[in-house]
């Protein structure tokens, strides 16, 4: 049998290639994206935005709650999580125990000094809101995070944030009105005046130094420090408390000839497993 | 069809939501397993520019708007999702392994150098304090795009006709 045999050609799945956009269409993408620039820069983009943090906000939530936890499955495996669940009773031990410690010191400072000048948290008139992470950008020298606690909820620019020990974390670096961005102490930018607790005086800045550490600088060389001395804020902020601990003296810097000493400290607050803050507010009068 | 740019738009708003609450808490090298970039690229190179632009926009908005970070994050990821879907039409060939690959790897490359460019150009014209945008180690992340983009691959080549040649005989 001769011939051919003609079979019906399946249509091709040579992909078309699609037509450039015309020059019309790339300008006015360009002019839109223009105008949203200058939108943007003129604040009139803030509504939406805030509008779309509200919308999103509940899911986000939910979702940073799940990725917590996921997180911390991840991170152990079933023996190192023993291990370090007896580190972290330890921690939290010595967190509670420092936090003891420095209100003891104030406790005694305040019986040295008139007692009328001194100040506590309870009753320095500061009250606190408690904000979950919602996000997080915690890098070798960037460390910040995202709470679900704004504008609304009384919350400024350069409040303090805590631990639920008591340990600062941070401070509040820019405000939405749901949402606010908090720069933690290890983060590059980060200035904290602070002071060894019990001088109840300030005596330097807190510099973050990246990497879950900072620095204690400008120091005066009067001023004692040595190894594991406690480091708390000295209150000379407007809308930092004082005696908020930050973190534990490791080693001493100093030379005779040079005016500052320096001092590398370690942050007691967990500023890689963050999850629930408090923003210290001040109270309205 | 409008019903599928809303799914696509839908799911670059849930991979969105998972790279800024989920994502960013897995330690180490986990912390390169990202969804919006990935998801972008592929959308780029294996469906059309349409798609990758929705996709790109709807989860940008989502990052720009609860990261604390500044990176516009939306403006990048369109420019990667035009970029990506032109190589991979007229340059790459979007049928083989190894250009899906090359398209995945060119994708991280492109991004990085943008988010290069807004940190260098928000620094010179800003003095705020703004906060980088933190990126993981570049074999952690070019391993999880490289095991995506042949996932995906593999998903388009098994699902679809996509790469089956036409037959005719005479």
Same mark, same amino acid.
């Given at each position: ?15 078309? %290639? ?24 003129? #604040? ?12 999103? /906000?509940? %899911? ?39 936090? =003891?410690? %420095? ?7 305040? !019986? ?16 606190? %809101? #408690? ?16 709470? =679900?606690?704004?504008?609304? =909820? ?18 509040? /670096? ?25 001088? !109840?005086? /300030?005596? #330097? ?22 190894? !594991? ?20 003296? !490791? ?6 000839? =040079? ?8 942050? /007691? ?17 | ?50 798609? *990758? @632009?929705?996709?790109?926009?709807? &989860?940008?908005? @989502?990052?720009?708007?609860? @990261? ?36 995945? @790897? ?6 990085? *150098? ?7 150009? *928000? ?16 074999? &952690? ?16 080549? *098994? ?12």
């Amino acid at each position: 049998m001769t011939g051919s045999m003609i079979l019906p050609s399946r249509p091709s799945r040579r992909p078309v %290639v699609p037509p450039p956009m015309s020059r019309r269409t790339w300008m006015i993408a360009a002019l839109g994206g223009f105008a949203l620039l200058l939108l943007a820069l003129a #604040g009139f983009v803030r509504p939406v935005r805030e509008g779309l943090r509200a919308v999103l /906000l509940p %899911v986000v939530r939910l979702a940073s709650s799940g990725g917590a936890a996921l997180g911390r499955v991840l991170r152990l495996d079933p023996d190192a999580r023993e291990a370090n669940e007896r580190v972290t009773e330890v921690e939290a031990r010595l967190q509670s125990l420092t936090v =003891d410690y %420095v209100r003891l010191r104030a406790l005694e400072e305040e !019986n040295r000094s008139l007692r009328a000048q001194a100040k506590f948290l309870g009753e320095s008139g500061f009250a606190s %809101v #408690g904000a979950r992470v919602i996000s997080r950008s915690v890098g070798f020298d960037t460390a910040a995070v995202t709470i =679900d606690r704004g504008a609304k =909820d009384g919350v400024e620019v350069g409040q303090a944030v805590v631990t639920d020990e008591g340990l600062l974390a941070g401070k509040v /670096l820019t405000l939405g009105e749901r949402t606010a961005v908090v720069l933690l102490v290890s983060d590059a930018r980060s200035r904290v005046a602070a002071a060894p607790a019990g001088t !109840n005086r /300030l005596s #330097g800045v807190v510099e973050g130094s990246g990497n879950g550490t900072a620095r204690f600088t400008l120091v005066p060389q009067a001023i004692p420090l040595k190894e !594991n001395d406690v480091i708390v804020t000295a209150g000379t902020e407007e809308k930092v408390p004082a005696n908020l601990v930050i973190g534990l003296v !490791n080693t001493v810097d100093s030379h005779p000839t =040079d005016p500052f000493k320096t001092a590398p400290i370690e942050p /007691l607050a967990p500023l890689d497993r963050l999850e629930l803050v408090s923003v210290i507010i001040p109270k309205k009068e | 069809m409008w019903s599928r740019r809303i799914i696509v738009a839908l799911l670059g708003i849930l991979v969105g939501i998972i790279d800024v609450a989920v994502s960013v808490w897995f330690p180490g090298p986990w912390a390169a397993v990202r969804s919006v970039l990935p998801f972008v690229i592929v959308l780029a190179v294996f469906s059309s520019r349409e798609r *990758a @632009v929705t996709a790109a926009i709807a &989860a940008g908005l @989502v990052i720009d708007v609860l @990261v604390p970070s500044f990176g516009l994050v939306t403006l990048r990821l369109t420019m990667v999702a035009f970029v990506i879907h032109a190589l991979a039409q007229r340059f790459f060939s979007n049928r083989s392994l190894p250009g899906s690959f090359a398209l995945g @790897v060119a994708g991280i490359l492109i991004d990085r *150098a943008l988010v290069f460019g807004v940190t260098t150009l *928000a620094g010179a014209w800003t003095s705020r304090t703004f906060v980088t945008e933190v990126r993981v180690g570049w074999f &952690a992340e070019t391993v999880w795009m490289t095991a995506v983009m042949a996932l995906s691959f593999f998903g388009v080549a *098994a699902l679809t006709r996509r790469f089956l040649p036409p037959v005719t005989r005479r």
